[in-house]
T-cell receptor
């Protein structure tokens, strides 16, 4: 149980276009979802936290108008990278947390990640 | 401020034992997580400690001392597949995870 999927797993787009990444909790209700970015050989950087039905909370330095997050349901959150530039190329990982999963209520379950390359 | 410290890189030999240390400073504390991350993949959960002491799970064990703000992950009978980054994360009073930079573990034959 507690499976999180991400789609797409990798995407290549041209500079200036927008890309949408989906994060789904498959077998539990995700009350909170997190979006991370990870550059090569670096640790996870939290971008934003979203609770279902409310606006996302962005970390300092993350442009909310550039990285649009929508958490419209308890099983789906989306991250849209608007007007992407080469410096946005990174590994984007979502995680989800729910109160009805086994083990630890506050454990985050990670999706497999999306590798974005902007040319 | 909130901070997690762990070594950047460690090297060990196949079949041996390695201990990865982590110290933390957070606003409040609701437990400490260890995750394993292979290159190009998402992190996978290894352990969670909220009480002092050692939690053993097969070849992996995790220890916590709340009074010292210290944890370690112990890996026994190392296998080549254990080569990965190991991430330490402490949960603060708001139940947010504060992540360490990760320890890259290199296993040599």
């Amino acid at each position: 149980g507690a499976v999180v999927s991400q789609h797409p797993s990798w995407v290549i787009c041209k500079s200036g276009t927008s890309v949408k990444i989906e994060c789904r909790s498959l077998d539990f209700q995700a009350t909170t979802m997190f979006w991370y970015r990870q550059f090569p050989k670096q640790s996870l950087m939290l971008m934003a936290t979203s609770n279902e039905g409310s606006k996302a909370t962005y970390e300092q330095g993350v442009e909310k108008d550039k990285f649009l997050i929508n958490h419209a349901s308890l099983t789906l959150s989306t991250l849209t990278v608007t007007s992407a530039h080469p410096e946005d190329s990174s590994f984007y990982i979502c995680s989800a947390r729910g109160q009805d999963v086994p083990a630890f209520s506050y454990e985050q379950y990670f999706g497999p990640g999306t590798r974005l390359t902007v040319t | 401020g909130q901070n997690i410290d762990q070594p950047t890189e460690m090297t060990a030999t196949e079949g041996a034992i390695v201990q990865i240390n982590c110290t933390y400073q957070t606003s409040g504390f609701n437990g400490l997580f260890w995750y394993q991350q292979h290159a190009g993949e998402a992190p996978t959960f290894l352990s969670y400690n909220v009480l002092d002491g050692l939690e053993e799970k097969g070849r992996f064990s995790s220890f916590l001392s709340r009074s010292k703000g210290y944890s370690y992950l112990l890996l026994k009978e190392l296998q080549m597949k254990d080569s990965a980054s190991y991430l330490c994360a402490a949960m603060d009073s708001n139940y947010q995870l504060i992540w360490g930079a990760g320890t890259k573990l290199i296993i040599k034959p």
